[in-house]
């Protein structure tokens, strides 16, 4: 097994590990985490893949490196996105409301 090979199977695991947590978690900043966690997989398989017996491929590489700035800005745009969220509901997750709440309290409105 050559380098490249398991650098391109250890970010297919870490796209399932992120695939798992993504579906699994209602906590936003851990959904995050985990599509962050998706993102460096697929990094690391564009990497893995890209290696030929005359050298490294530039053009996965230079698709990577565009990669992470669009990741860190995106992230950057999601925990504000994410903290706009909590100061408007008061929780991180994306539950709905609570089961004992009529539906019409759970949107807001008055009884009057």
Same mark, same amino acid.
């Given at each position: ?6 650098? =391109?199977?250890?970010?297919?695991? &870490?796209?399932?590990?992120? #695939? ?6 209602? /906590?936003?900043?851990?959904? &995050?985490?985990?599509?962050? &966690? ?10 893995? &893949? =890209?290696? /030929? ?11 990577? #490196? ?10 950057? #745009?999601?925990?504000? #996105?994410?903290?706009?969220?909590? /100061? ?25």
């Amino acid at each position: 097994m050559t380098p490249s090979l398991l650098y =391109a199977f250890a970010g297919a695991a &870490l796209c399932g590990i992120g #695939l798992f947590g993504f579906i699994l978690i209602s /906590h936003l900043l851990r959904k &995050l985490l985990a599509f962050n &966690l998706m993102g460096s997989g697929v990094f690391l398989v564009l990497v893995g &893949l =890209a290696q /030929h017996r005359s050298g490294p491929d530039p053009v996965p590489q230079a698709l990577v #490196l565009t990669g992470i700035v669009v990741a860190i800005a995106a992230t950057a #745009l999601a925990v504000v #996105l994410i903290r706009r969220y909590y /100061h408007l509901s008061g929780t991180t997750s994306l539950e709905g409301p609570a089961q004992d709440t009529p539906p019409d309290q759970a949107r807001g409105a008055r009884h009057e």
